[in-house]
């Protein structure tokens, strides 16, 4: 594998929102500053980790978990919240598996609104934030449990039917998934159980970058439809090439400026990383064309049909108006099974 050398991407808040950091303390909060740095000191004598995050998967690291969830903050951005709502509606769903729940963001998110939720990750320390969650707030209608897409049904078992009205799958995280073979063998299995999980009818909604724009322009683009976090980030976007050339993996390295106050509300030492948190990220670049028609290949669908029960959209704005977008979030529908005179499926 070649990789290239890391194009610098840096997202700057506005001052009146990053210059927390930079402020004079009070001295309750230098108490509390005192306080977390001698626990710290403490925890690294014991041989915890507190003070950083790194390497190439920050899930396995309980602390990031915590980070990425205060990074994206409690309330998502409204467009896509109202989007996603508007869309489960239209569509009569209730019943809701989010198979890439990770903290639970989304989950609650549905909850709230009035969806009964199953919730599923690959990651254990997400989960276990989803699990104290639901605990802490005593929500009700939400089921988590810990599954691999590649063994889906399996892995949740007998007594989570098979009926869902919607399976989610957002905020770019099926493109988590390699493509060691470069066949996207997994890929397909892991729509193909999604599938599965769905009632005749069901849709799957599932979203991945603009990986068309990153791959041609060195980054993504500069917009976010998830999330409006005031913390000071940079990412470094590198790719990884196979001996033709082509992109066979897009990594992008954070390091975000943790806010002291979300430090001393989360029990960190950073002072000694320029209050920074590092980690990274890796995905698979699925090309808008070819995800297309691996979606509709696995649903079934004919690849060229623009009759297909198989929507796109960029930014959740209809492809024509869509400029550059971020991300592109697909609809597709599991077509409902037709039965004939002598009572057979079809």
Known sequence: ?????????????PASSSAA????????????LL???????????????????????????GVAASVWEEYIGENRESRYREWLISTL???????????ACGTGVDSRMLVSAGFHV??????????????????????????IHLADWCKLPQQLGPEVHHDFDAVICMGNSFAHLPDELD??????????????MLRPGGILIIDHRNFDYIVANGKAPSKNIYYQSTWQTQVDTSFERNDLGEVTNIILDYAMTVPLEVQ????????????????????FPHY????????????????????????????????????DPAYYIHVITKEKTIESSDGCER
């Open 183 to 196: 066949k996207q063998e997994k890929q397909e299995l892991a729509i193909s159980n999604f599938r599965e």
């Open 264 to 283: 001393i509300k989360m029990g960190l030492d950073l002072d000694g990383s320029h209050d920074q948190v590092t980690f990274q990220l890796t995905y």
């Open 89 to 99: 509606r239209k569509h009569g769903a209730v019943r809701i598996l989010d198979v």
């Open 288 to 323: 808008l064309s070819k995800f297309s028609r691996l979606l509709r290949r696995v649903f079934g669908l004919t690849i060229d049909d623009a009759t297909a029960p198989h929507d796109i959209s960029g930014d959740f704005l209809p492809l024509d108006v869509a400029h």
């Open 35 to 61: 306080r977390v740095k001698n626990a710290a000191r403490e925890a690294r004598k014991a041989g915890s980790r507190t003070s950083s995050i790194s390497g190439p998967d920050q899930y396995k690291d």
């Open 118 to 143: 199953t919730s599923c990750d690959l990651s254990n320390n997400m989960l276990q934030k989803a699990r104290d969650t639901k605990a802490k707030k005593n929500l009700k209608n939400w089921e």
């Open 1 to 13: 594998m070649n990789r290239m050398a890391p194009i610098h991407e840096k997202v700057v808040t």
């Open 21 to 32: 950091s930079n402020n004079p303390v009070t001295p309750l909060k230098e108490q509390q």
